[in-house]
């Protein structure tokens, strides 16, 4: 990254990603659930990324209370997989957590030109990059570089080159994309957004692991 596409993308002053948590699908997880408590690890790591004021208020409006500590095992305890909506969750789980970056700035890119750290990724042919708020110091882990996609409203396009610790490139070619538009890292397929579980894929790590991440480092906003 240089020159003028370091100096627009320094010009914003906000460059973190955003965390947008639904009460809605939380709630209607823990309903789908048909649990009756919850176990104490669920609020662990701020509710694995997710706030623990937001989670406890959900599971209380759904009528589900703290699991007895005294009491091991508790066959209708609540499974953060199955509320949080993470990969291997019910089929009628949702994700409760949408992952997300913003365009910093745009630049044309020329065939062998390269991007990131070490140039790992060059232009096979003349394309457009964009720069996006999003990196390993906000939970986009750096092996996903070359691995998956964010998404423009649906438009798919993927993120290349190694990630850095705030923010990461995307290839748009000649999409109508411009800084400030909103790139989904992860969220709902339902949605037409990239799925958790693509993540898991190209890193190993678990759902778990990688929503509490995101949850923990970049901007929360709460939804209904």
């Known amino acids: 990254m240089t020159g003028a596409f370091r100096e627009r993308a320094e010009s914003r002053p906000d460059r973190t990603p955003l965390a947008t948590v639904s009460r809605a699908a939380l709630m209607q997880n823990a309903l789908a659930s048909r649990a009756r408590t919850y176990p104490s ?6 509710a694995w990324g997710h706030g623990v004021d937001v989670v406890v208020r959900a599971l209380t409006e759904s009528g589900v209370t703290p699991a007895d500590p ?20 019910p089929a009628a789980s949702t994700p409760a957590l949408r992952f997300s970056g ?3 700035a745009t630049k044309d890119l020329r065939a062998g030109e390269g991007v990131s750290y070490g140039y790992l990724y060059r232009a096979a042919a003349d394309t457009r990059i964009a720069l996006v708020t999003g990196g390993y110091g906000q939970g986009v882990v750096r092996s996903l570089g070359g691995c998956v996609d964010v998404t423009f409203a649906g438009l ?8 850095a610790m705030d923010v990461c490139v995307v290839e748009i070619a000649d999409a109508a994309i411009q800084r400030g538009d909103e790139a989904v890292f992860f969220g709902d397929p339902a949605r037409d957004e990239p799925s958790l579980g693509e993540w898991c894929a190209a890193t190993g790590l678990s759902g778990g692991e990688l929503v509490t991440a995101a949850g923990l480092h970049a901007t929360r906003r709460v939804t209904a």
């Open 70 to 89: 005294r009491n091991a095992t508790t066959p209708d305890s609540l499974d953060p997989v199955a509320l949080f909506g993470l990969p291997g969750a």
């Open 156 to 163: 798919r396009r993927p993120i290349v080159g190694r990630v």
């Open 102 to 104: 913003a365009v910093l």
């Open 41 to 46: 690890r669920l609020l662990r790591s701020d």
